[in-house]
């Protein structure tokens, strides 16, 4: 059985399934709603029945006040819908609504997916799920290794799995990642910072632009694109040092799989190449400023590339530009 979930003052809608919790569902539709423990402890996913019928998937342990209870107040966590519902719940859809979180996560996954790049996964406890909007990061903290700012490469629709793209650069922190770094270690993560995040309401066609590294955000966000179910055409041109890219296989079951994904590799062997190329890119996009640009370059380029877009007619609005100075 299929319900449907509305929710105000958003009137975001979504659908969940039989003993699917209403929060988990409204997670993997990309829903910014708020929550943090995801077990029924803490009550941050309290929201306030509106009509329809639900019943409890999991146990909880938060006590409601005699207002909360009077008021119709629920867990989203811990309760499923068994016919459509309307619920009142507050959304988080910008930055500066997501609260500042530090949490004790462990290694779970050390995936070398070619010789010079590592996705690590990060698994969080089960009491605690990171909040953060797609195209944020965070600082990672290994005990007695310098504090590093990474982009979360994952879609916000799993808090407790976070994923980082890290290349052999040769410095302390790669170093330890690529030789020393096990499975099960402890890390620390703080966070998430950032502006570089969707308008989840856009209608317009989006385009991602992205040099090595700055295609960890991107994942985020295309991903995090894909769960919204969004309809208007998604470009993807990702500017590279090398051949191919790490992970253009994924890009390419992307597009295998998703009628409205385009990608499309650039060869940019050196820095030299990245304005020339990315010029070459918005000239050859048709309707260029009706698109809304998400871009990733190395940071002393940024203002140029901005005022090439500017240059082609794109309003300030519809760029939007990671300014995370970024160290492979």
């Not at 539709?29 to 077990?39: F, M, P, T, V």
């Not at 990060?122 to 982009?151: C, E, I, M």
């Not at 979360?152 to 793209?165: D, E, K, Y």
């Not at 990315?278 to 048709?286: A, D, L, Q, S, T």
Request: glycine share 6%; hydrophobic share 35%; net charge negative.
């Amino acid at each position: 059985m299929t319900a449907n979930i509305k929710i105000l003052p958003s009137g975001h809608e979504y659908t969940s399934e039989k003993g699917e919790s209403i929060l988990e569902a409204g997670l993997r539709h990309g829903k910014a709603l708020d929550y943090s423990c995801n077990n029924g402890s803490c009550g941050e996913c309290k929201a306030r029945l509106v009509s329809g019928q639900i019943e409890k998937s999991h146990h909880f342990d938060y006590q409601f006040s005699r207002e909360e209870k009077r008021n119709g107040t629920v867990l989203l966590c811990c309760m499923s819908a068994t016919e459509d519902v309307v619920l009142e719940a507050h959304e988080s859809d910008e930055a500066q609504d997501i609260p500042h979180q530090k949490i004790n996560a462990k290694i779970s996954k050390i995936d070398r997916v070619t010789d010079d790049w590592v996705v690590l996964e990060v698994k969080t406890p089960r009491t605690q799920s990171l909040r953060f909007l797609a195209g944020q990061q965070v600082t990672l903290n290994f005990d007695g290794l310098p504090l590093r700012n990474k982009s979360i490469a994952s879609c916000p629709c799993n808090g407790r799995q976070l994923h980082f793209h890290i290349h052999r650069s040769g410095g302390v922190f790669s170093d330890y990642v690529f030789n020393d770094l096990k499975r099960s270690a402890a890390i620390t993560i703080e966070g998430p910072e950032g502006e570089f995040v969707m308008n989840d309401d856009t209608t317009a066609p989006l385009l991602f632009l992205a040099f090595d590294a700055g295609f960890a955000p991107m994942k985020s966000l295309i991903e995090h694109a894909f769960a919204l179910e969004l309809e208007q055409p998604l470009k993807l041109f990702w500017l590279s040092s090398e051949p191919l890219p790490y992970l253009h296989k994924e890009c390419r079951a992307w597009a295998d799989a998703m009628d409205n994904f385009t990608f499309e590799v650039i060869a940019t062997p050196s820095m030299g190449d990245i304005l020339p190329n990315m010029e070459k890119v918005v000239k050859g996009i048709k309707n260029f400023t009706d698109h809304e640009i998400y871009m990733t370059l190395p940071h002393t380029l940024i203002e140029k590339a901005s005022k090439c877009c500017a240059g082609a007619g794109l309003a300030p609005g519809q760029l939007k530009v990671d300014r995370l100075e970024r160290h492979l």
